[in-house]
T-cell receptor
Framework: GAVVSQHPSWVICKSGTSVKIECRSLDFQATTMFWYRQFPKQSLMLMATSNEGSKATYEQGVEKDKFLINHASLTLSTLTVTSAHPEDSSFYIC???????????FGAGTRLSVL | AQSVSQHNHHVILSEAASLELGCNYSYGGTVNLFWYVQYPGQHLQLLLKYFSGDPLVKGIKGFEAEFIKSKFSFNLRKPSVQWSDTAEYFCAAGSGGGADGLTFGKGTHLIIQP
């Protein structure tokens, strides 16, 4: 099946630093990728839609200057959490939309812990 | 506003029991519906999907779901569960065509006792 690779799987950083998370589509070219956030024991919340070659579309309440998204190629989208604070600690999950059928395939997620 | 609600947050069953997990959605326009499963320590995997056509859809591992438009429901079923079905199950909805991100329910934690 389709595979979406997310890296790193776990990162710990100090408050005030920035962290970059990569999402790669390994089996197909994805013009659209999505970034979600999952709080403990809660559901996934859509943060933004990442479109190759254009600006990301952010959901209401998500700070675009805080969560920088770059979709520079058809197989790679990155999420940078800038000036991270403890409240940004969470599980971040990306997905890539397959051009054949419109199904989203998910990465394994990145657990971010901000100290 | 778009929303997906799952009725059961925790379900405990014995092996060979039948399973039904409820999912209701509120969505404007054409809707695509999905059930995803997340096994412990693993990523979300697609169980089944409904885009159009036959409202009874069959997925992997013996799961099926029925789209009932009049009830805005998309319940997941399996006639006989196995211990390996222990996982978190998420119902999700998206716009027709799959162009938008998905709206997820809160999930159901299913535990199957041997």
């Amino acid at each position: 099946g389709a595979v979406v690779s997310q890296h790193p799987s776990w990162v710990i950083c100090k408050s005030g630093t920035s962290v970059k998370i990569e999402c790669r589509s390994l089996d197909f070219q994805a013009t659209t990728m999505f970034w979600y956030r999952q709080f403990p024991k809660q559901s996934l919340m859509l943060m933004a839609t990442s479109n190759e070659g254009s600006k990301a579309t952010y959901e209401q309440g998500v700070e675009k200057d805080k969560f920088l998204i770059n979709h520079a190629s058809l197989t790679l989208s990155t999420l940078t959490v800038t000036s991270a604070h403890p409240e940004d600690s969470s599980f971040y999950i990306c997905s890539a939309r397959s051009p054949a059928g419109g199904i989203q395939y998910f990465g394994a997620g990145t657990r971010l812990s901000v100290l | 506003a778009q929303s997906v609600s799952q009725h059961n947050h925790h379900v405990i069953l014995s092996e060979a029991a039948s399973l039904e997990l409820g999912c209701n959605y509120s969505y404007g326009g054409t809707v695509n519906l999905f059930w995803y499963v997340q096994y412990p320590g693993q990523h979300l995997q697609l169980l089944l999907k409904y885009f159009s056509g036959d409202p009874l859809v069959k997925g992997i591992k013996g799961f099926e779901a029925e789209f009932i438009k009049s009830k805005f429901s998309f319940n997941l079923r399996k006639p006989s569960v196995q211990w390996s079905d222990t996982a978190e199950y998420f119902c999700a909805a998206g716009s027709g065509g799959g162009a938008d991100g998905l709206t997820f329910g809160k999930g159901t934690h299913l535990i199957i006792q041997p």
